[in-house]
DNA sequence: GTTGAACCGGAGGGGTACCTCCGCTACAGT
DNA sequence: ACTGTAGCGGAGGTACCCCTCCGGTTCAAC
């Protein structure tokens, strides 16, 4: 049993079926739909994620059967791989592990237009979701308010917000992407 | 003549027909799209929007030959009447006035789910709603950088943006929009 | 190698959206 | 009041999408 588990870990393993050949479509349905789900949203078409993955709509059906199950498996995915690597950034300062995780929640969320949905999705996956970030990433941002580097009136969930509206946004380039990161990030070190 | 004219103005205004069922259509038109954009995005069902509206498909089409020249149209309507309240705050305090007209930036933008794309659209239209933005709110802004209220590392459009990604963002309650924004809006302030 | 269970692809029925086209309606100018 | 014209609605062709179902295929356990 490794060091730390999320509420997510679980659910996520246990999904893969076990046959050779199954395994390698499930695979490529997830890799199919994440690239479609951030290019077209949610909506994206599901006949058009099987044949991304070069696999029969039938095969679709059978691993997810209904479109917010296929959905919740990509988010559950992308949720569990950026829980596992709050894990690394625990022995940095206080206020550069926040920033640094945030700045790989930023990177990590490809299905982020999509995002604003999931955060207030009723599913129990997405409630694990949602337990699984505040367990990753709630004990980095209450560190740095304790040690006086974050303000202290707000919450770990507004600061996923914010972070989660700024990058979902289009920018000109990644240059005005970054240094509109950090001035909200100004904001919530500032304290008051 | 009015005091002050926006690239926007005359746009909208060319647009509306003369005669008088015409015209009554072309509002009905406008506001079921505003309610449909805001609901579904920009990807909203045409056929949906024509039967809120009350109104033919083919009207419709006859009025705005593309999806996308209804989207402009009702997207060029909310900038005009949002650069058009910026004169009003003109008297303020230099940051009160700044953030009063954010706050009905983000409120008025009820098309923001559609938001980011019209940032960056490349049409005439899309152009010209960036230009009449920028007359009305950037003033405001660099009174303010002036006065020593805003930091002076970033432009307007670094602003907007950040504002716009929070709005278009989905919170538990108002209550959180507002304290996530003022957050940001502290960054801004905090100069350095 | 055999075998049966699990898995596969995609045809097809039903639905909805897009857009065009044309016979009918109602406005506005005389 | 008359009338020509600008404007109207919606039927219908085409395309795509959703989802089910089943004959054929592949795996893995023996």
Redesign the pocket.
Known sequence: MPAQQFPISEIVAAQR??????????DALLTAAREAFAEHGS????????RRA??????????F???RSLFESVYADEVNALCRSAVEFAGLDPWEAVTAWLERFAGYMVTKRAVREALEGESEIFQACRDSLYAAGGPLFERAQRAGAARTDMEFGDLLRLVAGITATAFTDDAQRDRVLAIALDGVRAGR
């Open positions: 079926p076990a046959r050779k050949d199954a395994a390698r479509n499930y909506e994206a078409s599901l006949e058009d994620i099987a070069g696999v029969g709509i039938g095969t679709l059906y059978r691993n059967p209904t479109r």
